[in-house]
């Protein structure tokens, strides 16, 4: 089976509840329909982002057999009052939503991490869904970096069920430098994503919570690339005295889509964290996604029941009975 581990998905009957008409709505006219996002304008907007028979037809022309959906970062709404209800009513329609197709989607859970009792619950609620194959989280929470002592009770719990917990960049550093040429999405969101794994490597949250299975988007940012920096660094900077556990090693304990677009890149990659932990992921439906995932991956020059593991055994063997 070809699993896309990494695939966004708005329920389009979120659009209906008044408790959040500003945070998202959809227009129509005659030109079509217009999708809103806290009164921004979402462009370009694909129909396949609330709309699930759209994509299916694209899974089908792309040769994907099951999706993980889960919300855009930018649905996410940890700074929001209303981000509890806003959580649990986007996991119940993300839910009500794949079991019309249960054959070929699956999702992972928002949850409302600013509020950390509602946290707990809502992993508590989610985690019995035969449909929920994991949980959604950013790379920071609103500035927060994942290994702060606040999120100790999040990554306890997520252990205790050995969840898949998908991170995925947000909140991304604010500088005019970016403004230009969707910087803010082409650099911004590589490195938000490599800072928090450094902060998760630093500070050693895969051996304190080893059942939990992180997996980072877009391969990890820049962090395959980096890790012989970041090991120097332990080896000679006064600021890593307690580091104990070398970055090669620790790197190793996450897991990594292949949202990088290019065969041979991929294959770099694989070569530092091994093929067990790349997981295939498009980013559908935007329009900086692996509109070929499946070529991509192929197209690596390794075994070709490593090629398999990547598109879907290595997923099916995580999440098990959860697909």
Request: proline fraction near 5%; aromatic fraction near 10%; charge should be negative.
């Amino acid at each position: 089976m070809i699993i896309d581990v990494h695939a966004h998905y708005i329920p389009a009957s979120l659009a209906d509840n008044e408790k959040f008409s500003d945070l998202f709505y959809v227009k129509e006219d005659t030109f079509g329909k217009t999708m809103f996002i806290k009164n921004r304008e979402l462009r370009p907007f694909n129909p396949g982002l609330i709309y699930l028979d759209e994509q299916i037809a694209d899974m089908d022309k792309a040769g994907i057999d099951m999706r993980f959906i889960s919300l855009p970062p930018f649905a996410l709404n940890y700074e929001d009052c209303r981000c509890k209800d806003w959580t649990r009513e986007s996991n119940k329609a993300l839910s009500e939503d794949a079991s019309l197709h249960r054959n070929r989607f699956r999702y992972l859970a928002t949850l409302p991490m600013a509020d950390m009792e509602g946290t707990i619950r809502e992993i508590d609620r989610v985690i019995n869904d035969p449909l929920c194959a994991g949980i959604e989280i950013a790379t920071n929470i609103a500035g927060m970096e994942l290994d702060d002592a606040y999120l100790e009770p999040f990554w306890k719990k997520a252990a205790e069920y050995e969840i898949f917990v998908l991170l995925h960049p947000h909140y991304t550093i604010k500088s005019a430098r970016l403004e230009r040429y969707h910087l803010r999405n082409l650099m911004g969101n590589p490195l938000d994503t490599t800072i928090a794994a450094f902060a998760l490597m630093t500070g050693d949250v895969a051996s304190k919570y080893p059942g939990v299975k992180i997996c980072f988007s877009h391969s990890g940012g820049y962090t395959p690339y980096a890790i012989a920096r970041f090991e120097h660094a332990r080896k000679v900077r006064k600021e890593f005295e307690g580091v104990q556990k070398s970055y090669e090693e620790c790197c190793r304990s996450f897991y990594y889509d292949t949202i990088l677009h290019d065969a041979e890149t991929l294959q770099f990659v694989e070569s530092k964290v091994t093929s067990s932990h790349l997981l295939m992921g498009t980013d559908y439906p935007f329009d900086m996604g692996d509109e070929e995932p499946v070529h991509t991956v192929s197209s690596m020059k390794i075994p070709r029941e490593k090629i398999s593991d990547i598109l879907g055994g290595n997923i099916e063997r995580l999440i098990g009975d959860g697909i």
